[in-house]
């Protein structure tokens, strides 16, 4: 297996949604001197993507192989039987799924494991001990700033779990070309969450200010950047999609949805509005004004409060003004974005550790701080949810299985996406 880095480096990437993908395919390239593009594969589950959102993310011309946990993890065993096994697996998973995986990889008994990361895909506000602890055993952990890097560390240490593993590196779909205003443009763009916020009310309030800020501004071109059609999953469910909400409004010419790759947005934003989205990171790293909302509060439930001492916190009754705010140059360079160093160097401590990694005789055995002893009340719960038995026989499939299947699958997303809701919602009455 690769001991040198004149080999060349096999690389795989599991995700469970468009995002994830995103993050988990730039990450591979980020990290790793592979010059394939790395072998990918989705989950399926609630938020398995579609094509057009795979597509979206712009980061592989490859569609990446749909698979259950159970298939990925034939597929890492087959592969090394070819001899043609993985040298670094990326884990762009939520934290439980993660620490699924790291336990069907140690069961499979391989040989020569691959080098195993995982990491977030963005701004870090919520379950932050639970989703590290079930990071744990990983032998990359990404932390994509340093004061997320030093949260990691103080998480790991705190429980007598080793740090070693966390790296601070960067979100890796920074970069794009400076912001640079140009003569008669003006446009604000909305980064939309699918769950922030998440009442039918607050998004309504959010999507009417957005509306009456347009026709404040009939020289202003307002764009509602979506993250996905109606129908199609994400990350976060969405209960309340603002193209539906939206009907109910007459909203001026200059206010339209958009869809597409955020960079391709951004290239033409001039303010960059949001509760909380990742998408914030993005404008700032290219010096683009910034506003975070403070209309419905800061609340850790809306993950604004991860802003708290940025500088960009603002209301709309601020915006409608034109008054967009002033970063704070210290907190950006915490955040990792706007540094004065190469935006490429924040990755070489990662690099070099893949690479240390590669280069050793043998992998220690894959080590997670949750176990049968740690805790023997939770484990156990996760690792049944994911159903991880590579050893059962993988049935061969008829043509009609396989349609049946397909519209099992579909029938099952239409449940979760718009009658689980709809559901939740009569029960509140």
């Excluded at 001026?252 to 033409?268: C, I, K, Q, S, T």
């Amino acid at each position: 297996m690769p001991a040198s880095s004149s080999e060349a480096v096999r690389v795989a990437v599991l995700a469970d949604s468009d995002t994830r993908w995103k993050w988990g395919a730039l990450t591979a390239r980020r990290i790793t001197t592979a010059s394939a593009e790395p072998t990918g594969f989705v989950l399926r589950g609630r938020a398995t993507p579609t094509a057009r959102q795979l597509a979206e993310t712009g980061v592989s011309t490859a569609t990446p192989r749909e698979v259950t946990g159970a298939e990925f993890l034939r597929a890492i065993r087959d592969a090394e039987a070819r001899g043609e096994g993985y040298d670094v697996l990326v884990l762009a998973l939520v934290g439980g799924t993660v620490r699924a995986v790291l336990q069907g990889l140690a069961d499979l008994a391989l040989d020569r494991r691959p080098v195993i990361v995982t990491g977030y895909v963005g701004v870090v506000y919520e379950k932050l001990t639970d989703g590290l602890l079930l990071r744990h055993g990983a032998d990359v952990v990404l932390a994509n700033s340093r004061h997320d890097a030093e949260r990691f560390r103080a998480v790991y240490e705190g429980v007598g779990a080793g740090a070693g593993s966390v790296v601070e590196a960067a979100l890796p779909f920074l970069g794009g070309a400076p912001h640079a205003p140009e003569a008669g443009r003006d446009t604000l763009v909305f980064a939309a969450q699918p769950s922030v916020p998440a009442t039918r009310a607050e998004r309504g309030y959010v999507l009417r200010r957005l509306v009456d800020h347009a026709r404040l501004h009939p020289d202003r071109e307002v764009l509602l950047k979506l993250r996905s059609k109606p129908g199609e999953h994400t990350t976060h469910l969405e209960e309340f999609p603002f193209q539906k909400l939206v009907r109910d409004l007459d909203p001026p010419a200059n206010f339209r949805l958009v869809y597409g790759h955020m960079g391709e947005v951004l290239d033409r934003t001039d303010l960059l509005v949001t509760v909380s989205s990742t998408a914030a990171l993005e404008a700032l790293h290219r010096r683009i004004p910034t506003a975070i909302l403070t209309d419905l509060g800061v609340r850790e439930a809306l993950g604004n409060h991860h802003f708290v001492g940025s500088g960009l916190l603002a209301s709309f009754d601020r915006l409608d003004k034109r008054d967009a705010p002033a970063p704070d140059e210290t907190w950006l360079a915490r955040q990792g974005v706007a540094s004065d160093s190469p935006y490429e160097a924040a990755f070489d401590a990662a690099r070099q550790r893949v690479a240390e990694l590669l280069a050793l005789p043998a992998l220690p055995p894959i080590s997670p701080y949750y176990t049968a002893e740690t805790a023997p009340g939770y484990l156990p719960g996760i690792l049944a949810r994911h159903r991880l038995d590579v050893t059962a026989p993988e049935p061969r499939e008829s043509g009609l299985r396989r349609v049946v299947r397909e519209a099992a699958r579909g029938a099952y997303r239409h449940g979760v996406q718009r009658v689980a809701p709809v559901i939740r919602r009569l029960g509140e009455l």
